[in-house]
């Protein structure tokens, strides 16, 4: 049992795809904006208020360029100019776009913060948004622009602007030099953020790690074959090789760095912490002293002891980087579970994890490294987080054991790495890169990358100023276009109402490389990657194709048992964020005329302390089944009112039969289901994230009819 203090390194990831389809224009959404009036401000403002709390910032090097371009070069987005159009003059097409678009954020604490923005919410719910946009006049139109823009200044700039108090108080009624004002403050908050976090770092209070430039998948753009280590059964694209490309996105996220921070940063979080040991060469090769990836890559490079092996840093080589690796179970409590909670409720839970980790850890002078995105959590939290980030700062700056610091002071107050033989291939999802690869619409998106690097190759020389100019443009989108976040969005893990319009910067991006020299790019280049998936919901659902009668042994072999049923996959419910934390890998559901029928497959982080209550609903009743993982398989199940459940059994996953008339779903009915993991009496999860599942249970076999509504 470690008697040391244990070192608590949080890394905040804050980070923007690139918003233009060239160097210059308008951006095409306004992320980086928002993002920099509320969290960006927010996170290094309640730093300066903390002065004896530490933490790393990790910024992509294309928000870093975006953040330069907005303050210095005068750059704006589309919704900056939708926002000061006179309400008179929008056309219909710019009408239907704001009442889509500007309730862009979290409804329950943004929305509903301000009373008139959430009247026009509830007036755009009760009658749809084409009759809003047709019938809305100027009051509304004004008040809307107004009010998003409003709702999106975080509590820092709240506070430290009396003109957005006075905003929210007069809450309604708002002109244009009301609106001209606002986004002139926006601007100003923008100019704070990056000098802020200059002087926090300075200071020693932070310290500032970077994201290779345009954030792309490092081992898959050193080599895509790398991606069949992990997955091998999945298909890859034709070969491509660019580690040339690969060492330019970390030169240059390192050079921007440096000229903004005035300090070079000597820690890297690699885009999606994605991890290779050709990729490690090249961390090494730019000098870095550490890099930080997920634990699932810890636990597939050796023979993995939670206690004895992730509290504390690691190397793969003697003179290589020393490799963090994230506790995912810590990190996705703050992403996903705690903003449900009191703020001191989930500071104390999190304290308390802490010093049982400082109890159990093996290793001298151990660490804990907890990684998470910095920007989009806290819209979901009461005040944007502020109560709880309080309450953890002030608990762990006056712990007598728990010591915050950021890696660079762990390494060099005696954090010794041990050495790793081998270092598994993969991302911090699910250990491997299938995000970003393997699916046919991402294989072509590589296909047609791949396409313009050999075009651009094949190039003469520049011979003038004009060609050089021509040659530079071209590869500064082919560098765009390598990033993460278009692949992020084809095949079928994750969607949202953007998905077009990213798969059209792609292309548009890739066009460039051939029209800035005057030709004529590919014609698949003008065609969708994007085969329009139905949305992020049924993404994640699989409906049952007819009726089952599946065997009940909680056994997972038998394809025929569960063939045709309806499946769900849990994912999280923040479409540019991914839970790593697995409690259930999938549910498969169905039915015949008398039962309905439940397979739960438990996750890697399902463990005996745990159990589920599933809640089977309808409009009169509501009927409960507890799963219990340590209990013997006799014992695995338990039903409110018994008289629902007419069969279990556990062994690999639980399988369970239930009796539809006890349900009161006999005949033609509708059913919800909910899933709630608990240990002891604290709720940890409820999935589906967003709302129960909704069963449609026919009284006949349906064949193809869709069950969930």
Not at 299 to 322: H, K
Not at 355 to 362: D, V
Not at 613 to 628: K, Q, V
Request: glycine share 8%; net charge negative.
């Amino acid at each position: 049992m470690s008697s040391s203090p244990l070192d608590v390194l949080f890394l905040w990831h804050l980070h923007q795809p690139y918003y233009g389809a060239g160097e210059a224009g308008d951006f095409e959404l306004p992320w980086v904006r928002l993002h920099a009036v509320k969290s960006y401000f927010d996170m290094a403002w309640l730093m300066e208020r903390h002065p004896q709390m530490r933490a790393t910032f990790n910024f992509s090097g294309s928000l870093l360029r975006q953040l330069q371009e907005w303050v210095e070069g005068g750059r704006r987005d589309r919704w900056w100019r939708w926002s000061l159009t006179p309400p008179e003059d929008l056309d219909d097409e710019t009408r239907q776009a704001l009442v889509h678009h500007f309730f862009s954020l979290d409804h329950t604490h943004g929305v509903a913060s301000l009373p008139r923005y959430a009247e026009l919410l509830a007036r755009r719910t009760e009658h749809g948004e084409e009759a809003c946009a047709q019938t809305w006049g100027e009051e509304e139109f004004g008040d809307l622009q107004m009010l998003f823009n409003l709702a999106w200044c975080g509590f820092a700039a709240t506070r430290d602007y009396e003109a957005i108090r006075r905003w929210r108080a007069q809450g309604r009624g708002f002109s244009l030099n009301d609106r001209q004002e606002l986004l002139e403050l926006h601007l100003t908050i923008m100019a704070r953020v990056l000098p802020l976090y200059r002087r926090l770092w300075e200071r020693e209070q932070i310290e500032v790690s970077i994201t290779p430039m345009y954030h792309p998948i490092m081992p898959l753009l050193i080599d895509t074959d790398s991606a069949r280590r992990a997955t091998p059964e999945r298909p890859t694209p034709e070969r491509l090789q660019a580690p040339d490309d690969a060492r330019w996105h970390i030169d240059r996220a390192l050079e921007l760095g440096e000229h903004i921070f005035g300090r070079r940063a000597t820690g890297l979080w690699p885009a999606e912490g994605s991890v290779s040991p050709e990729a490690l060469a090249l961390f090494e090769e730019a000098n870095l002293s550490w890099v930080a990836t997920d634990e699932a890559i810890l636990a597939n490079s050796l023979e993995f002891e939670r206690d004895r092996d992730l509290w504390r840093s690691w190397r793969l080589t003697e003179l290589g980087p020393a490799i963090f690796f994230r506790d995912h179970g810590l990190s996705d409590r703050i992403g996903f579970d705690y903003a449900r909670r009191p703020a001191a409720e989930a500071a104390d839970d999190l304290v308390s994890s802490l010093e049982g980790i400082a109890r159990a850890a093996s290793c001298p002078h151990p660490v804990v490294a907890i990684i998470l995105d910095g920007e989009n959590p806290w819209e979901h939290y009461p005040d944007d987080g502020r109560p709880f980030l309080e309450a953890l700062y002030t608990r762990l700056v006056a712990h007598p054991v728990l010591r915050p610091t950021t890696p660079s002071t762990h390494l060099q107050e005696g954090g010794q790495p041990g050495t790793l033989e081998t270092l598994h291939s993969g991302s911090w999802i699910l250990g491997n890169y299938q995000i970003w690869i393997g699916h046919p619409e991402t294989n072509l998106a590589w296909t047609l990358l791949a396409q313009a690097r050999d075009f651009l190759r094949r190039r003469p020389a520049p011979v003038d100023e004009a060609e050089q100019r021509a040659a530079s443009a071209a590869h500064q989108s082919l560098m765009m276009a390598q990033g993460s976040d278009w692949f992020w969005w084809y095949g079928d893990d994750f969607s949202s109402e953007q998905d077009a319009l990213f798969d059209d910067l792609f292309r548009a991006l890739l066009r460039r490389v051939w029209e800035v020299f005057g030709e004529r790019p590919p014609d698949a280049l003008r065609r969708p990657i994007h085969t329009g998936k139905h949305g992020d919901a049924e993404a994640v659902h699989r409906l049952p194709q007819h009726f089952i009668s599946p065997r009940i042994d909680g056994r997972r072999g038998g394809f025929f048992d569960w063939e045709g049923a309806g499946r769900y996959l849990p994912k999280s419910g923040y479409g540019s964020m991914f839970e790593t934390t697995r409690y259930l890998d999938q549910l498969l559901y169905g039915c015949d005329a008398q039962h309905l029928y439940l397979r739960l497959d438990p996750g890697p982080d399902l463990t005996p302390a745990h159990r589920l209550e599933l809640g089977l609903s309808n409009t009169a009743h509501l009927h409960r089944i507890h799963l219990h993982a340590g209990a013997s398989p006799g014992n695995a199940a338990s039903a409110e009112p018994p008289a629902i459940l007419v069969n279990h059994a556990y062994a690999q996953c639980w399988e369970l039969a239930t009796d539809r008339a006890a349900l009161q779903a006999a005949g033609e009915s509708e059913i919800e289901l909910q899933v709630k993991v608990l240990e002891g009496e604290r709720l940890l999860r409820t999935l589906p994230v967003d709302g129960p599942l909704r069963l449609h249970l026919p009284a006949e076999d349906p064949g193809n009819t869709d069950w969930l509504v």
